[in-house]
């Protein structure tokens, strides 16, 4: 059984340190938010100018604020300690090594931690985004993404193929199959979700990897 985008998000949260100042991603990345385990203490920060955020509204509460959103345009909640600026500000934390981890997602990750997330060639692409500055200047980079694309082809590959975001910037992948660490030279798995065995993963990814004790066991 592979696991569900919470499930990737569940995991993604797991590695969240009380204290983290954090950024999450367009897509499923945003999803971590409702994920952070309650005797953790972090800070979500987002390109847009805003610093503590909490998590999604639930509309039938009357939670919702067509004001408050985040990087990607969706609604969100204010917490007590909540505070806004303005993008130069959001950046300059970002650029200048204060966000301790981001959770992003991806196109593509080559074997050796290069990233690919901000545009398809040939279709439209609205803007660059935050993603190179976040590649740059933030601690630990986790990538959360679907293991393929719609079309079946590996998003886990030797070399990217479409335009990178950064080189050799990401320490973690999760997938719904499972999840790698990135080092210099060593793309391994660490985990298998359950019911998913490491040939299975093996069939679905183009680059080559170790893997741990505890997720061959």
């Known amino acids: 059984?592979?696991?569900?985008?919470?499930?990737?998000?569940?995991?993604?949260?797991?590695?969240?340190?009380?204290?983290?100042?954090?950024?999450?991603?367009?897509?499923?990345?945003?999803?971590?938010?409702?994920?952070?385990?309650?005797?953790?203490?972090?800070?979500l920060q987002s390109e847009n100018g805003m610093l503590g955020m909490g998590p999604f509204p639930v509309e039938a509460k009357g939670e919702v604020d067509a004001d408050l959103i985040n990087a990607g345009?969706?609604?969100?909640?204010?917490?007590?300690?909540?505070?806004?600026?303005?993008?130069?500000?959001?950046?300059?934390?970002?650029?200048?090594?204060?966000?301790?981890?981001?959770?992003?997602?991806?196109?593509?990750?080559?074997?050796?931690?290069?990233?690919?997330?901000w545009m398809v060639p040939g279709k439209m692409v609205k803007g660059m985004g935050g993603a190179m500055d976040l590649v740059a200047g933030v601690k630990?980079?986790?990538?959360?993404?679907?293991?393929?694309?719609?079309?079946?082809?590996?998003?886990?590959?030797?070399?990217?193929?479409?335009?990178?975001?950064?080189?050799?910037?990401?320490?973690?992948?999760?997938?719904?199959l499972g999840v790698f660490t990135v080092e210099p030279q060593a793309l391994t798995l660490i985990e298998c979700a359950p019911g998913v065995s490491v040939d299975e993963i093996r069939g679905k990814t183009e680059a080559e990897f170790k893997v741990a004790a505890k997720a061959a066991a």
């Not at 569900?4 to 991603?25: I, Q």
């Not at 886990?156 to 719904?176: A, D, F, N, W, Y």
């Open 140 to 176: 630990k980079v986790v990538v959360i993404m679907d293991h393929n694309s719609k079309d079946g082809d590996a998003k886990i590959v030797r070399e990217c193929s479409l335009p990178l975001t950064g080189k050799q910037v990401v320490h973690m992948i999760i997938t719904e």
């Open 1 to 43: 059984m592979t696991w569900t985008r919470d499930d990737m998000c569940r995991r993604a949260a797991a590695e969240l340190k009380d204290g983290y100042y954090v950024n999450l991603g367009i897509g499923i990345p945003t999803l971590v938010a409702n994920h952070i385990p309650g005797d953790v203490q972090i800070t």
């Open 73 to 117: 345009k969706q609604t969100i909640t204010q917490l007590p300690h909540s505070c806004y600026f303005d993008s130069a500000t959001s950046f300059g934390m970002i650029r200048g090594g204060h966000i301790d981890i981001a959770i992003l997602g991806a196109l593509q990750v080559s074997a050796k931690g290069d990233l690919a997330n």
